[in-house]
C-alpha cells in the first residue's frame, strides 16, 4: 500500500520563537525573585531603609523620647559638634585605631603561626583544630568578656597564676595603663577563625615547591618568606580585609570590662561604645547617627585603600604575567 507523503510542518514564526522564549524567561525570572523575595525583604526592612532613616536624622537634634516628626533639622550641626566640641570623640578615635593597629596584625600572626603549626598530619590532630577554634566559636559574647574580666581582676585567676612565681599582680582591667591591652589580648586570643581560613590556604601550598627549595639547601625561614607567604597572600590580604573591619567594630568586649563607660579614665572608650552612650545614654540619636555615618565612611574608605594596595602585593597564582 503507497505510503502518502505527509505534509511539511510550516517553520515557526520568528516572532513567535522570540515570544516564547521571552514568556519562558519572565517565568524563570519571576521564580528568582520570588526565591529571592526574603532576602530582598530583609535588605530593605533591616538594612536599606534603616539607613536612610539614620542618614537623615544625623542631621537633626532627635531623641528617642519625642517623635520622629518633632525633632528640629539642624544641618551640619551634629558633625560639627563631632569634628570640634567632642573631646570624648576623638579620643574615642585614637583608642580604636591604637587597638586596630596592635590587635588586629597580632591576631593574623597568632593565626598564622598556629595554622602552620597544625598543618600536620598526625593523630588527634583534628581535635587540637577544633580546640584551637573554639575561642572563635564563641566570638565576642557576653560571658567570654565576664570571665576575662574576673581573670584579670585583682583576686583573678592570673594574679593567682603569678603569685605562683613570687610576681605580684594588679588589678588589670581598673588599670588606665594596661586596660586597653587587655582587651588586646581578648581579640587576639579569638584567633580561631584566619586560623582555619591559613589553613586552607597552607593545604593549597605545592609540597613540590618545598621539597625544591629543600634540594636547593634553603632554609625554613627562607622557604616561609619565598613560598609560604606569597601563595598565601590572597589568604592573608582576605583576613586582612575581615578582622580590619571587625578590629573598628568591637563593642561587647568594651562595654562589659569596663562596666559601659569606656573606663577607666576612657581607656578603653571604643568609637562603637562611645556612639552607643550618645544614642543610648545620652538620648542624642541624631547625634549618633552621624558618628555612625563617618564611620561607615572610614571603615569603607580603609577598605578601598587596602583593596587599592593589595595589587601590588597580593599574587595569584592563575595570573599572567604582563
Known amino acids: 500500500m503507497p505510503v502518502r507523503p505527509t505534509a511539511p510542518v510550516p517553520p515557526v514564526p520568528a516572532a513567535h520563537r522570540r515570544g516564547r522564549v521571552a514568556r519562558r524567561r519572565g517565568r524563570e525570572d519571576l521564580a528568582g525573585y520570588v526565591f529571592l523575595s526574603p532576602w530582598l525583604l530583609g535588605l530593605l526592612g533591616i538594612t536599606a531603609i534603616p539607613m536612610l532613616?539614620?542618614?537623615?536624622?544625623?542631621?537633626?537634634?532627635?531623641?528617642?523620647?519625642?517623635?520622629?516628626?518633632?525633632?528640629?533639622?539642624?544641618?551640619?550641626?551634629?558633625?560639627?559638634?563631632?569634628?570640634?566640641?567632642?573631646?570624648?570623640?576623638?579620643?574615642?578615635?585614637?583608642?580604636?585605631?591604637?587597638?586596630?593597629?596592635?590587635?588586629?596584625?597580632?591576631?593574623?600572626?597568632?593565626?598564622?603561626?598556629?595554622?602552620?603549626?597544625?598543618?600536620?598530619?598526625?593523630?588527634?590532630?583534628?581535635?587540637?583544630?577544633?580546640?584551637?577554634?573554639?575561642?572563635?566559636?564563641?566570638?565576642?559574647?557576653?560571658?567570654?568578656?565576664i570571665v576575662w574580666r574576673s581573670m584579670f581582676n585583682a583576686d583573678g585567676a592570673v594574679n593567682s597564676f603569678l603569685s605562683l612565681f613570687g610576681i605580684k599582680g594588679q588589678a588589670w582591667v581598673n588599670d588606665p595603663t594596661w586596660a586597653l591591652p587587655t582587651l588586646m589580648l581578648l581579640a587576639i586570643w579569638q584567633f580561631g577563625a584566619p586560623m582555619v581560613i591559613f589553613l586552607a590556604g597552607l593545604k593549597q601550598v605545592p609540597i613540590e615547591l618545598y621539597e625544591a627549595a629543600s634540594v636547593d639547601g634553603a632554609s625554613a625561614w627562607r622557604k616561609f618568606a619565598h613560598i609560604t607567604l606569597p601563595m598565601l597572600s590572597p589568604v592573608i590580604f582576605f583576613n586582612l580585609v575581615l578582622e580590619t573591619i571587625h578590629g573598628f567594630q568591637g563593642f561587647t568586649s568594651a562595654f562589659v570590662l569596663s562596666n559601659g563607660t569606656g573606663g577607666p579614665v576612657d581607656s578603653t572608650l571604643m568609637y562603637t561604645l562611645r556612639l552607643y552612650n550618645a544614642g543610648f545614654v545620652e538620648l542624642n540619636m541624631g547625634y549618633a547617627s552621624a558618628m555612625a555615618w563617618v564611620f561607615l565612611l572610614v571603615v569603607g574608605a580603609i577598605t578601598v585603600v587596602l583593596f587599592s594596595t593589595g595589587r601590588f602585593w597580593v599574587h595569584y597564582s592563575d595570573s599572567e604575567e604582563k
Not at 64 to 83: A, C, D, K, Q
Request: charged share 10%; aromatic share 12%.
Open 53 to 145: 532613616i539614620s542618614l537623615y536624622l544625623s542631621f537633626t537634634d532627635y531623641s528617642p523620647l519625642i517623635p520622629v516628626t518633632e525633632s528640629n533639622w539642624v544641618g551640619l550641626e551634629n558633625y560639627r559638634r563631632m569634628f570640634t566640641a567632642d573631646p570624648q570623640y576623638w579620643h574615642a578615635v585614637r583608642v580604636t585605631v591604637t587597638f586596630a593597629l596592635v590587635a588586629v596584625p597580632l591576631k593574623l600572626a597568632a593565626a598564622l603561626g598556629v595554622a602552620m603549626l597544625l598543618n600536620k598530619a598526625m593523630r588527634g590532630i583534628s581535635a587540637f583544630r577544633g580546640l584551637f577554634y573554639l575561642p572563635s566559636l564563641l566570638g565576642g559574647s557576653v560571658a567570654v568578656a
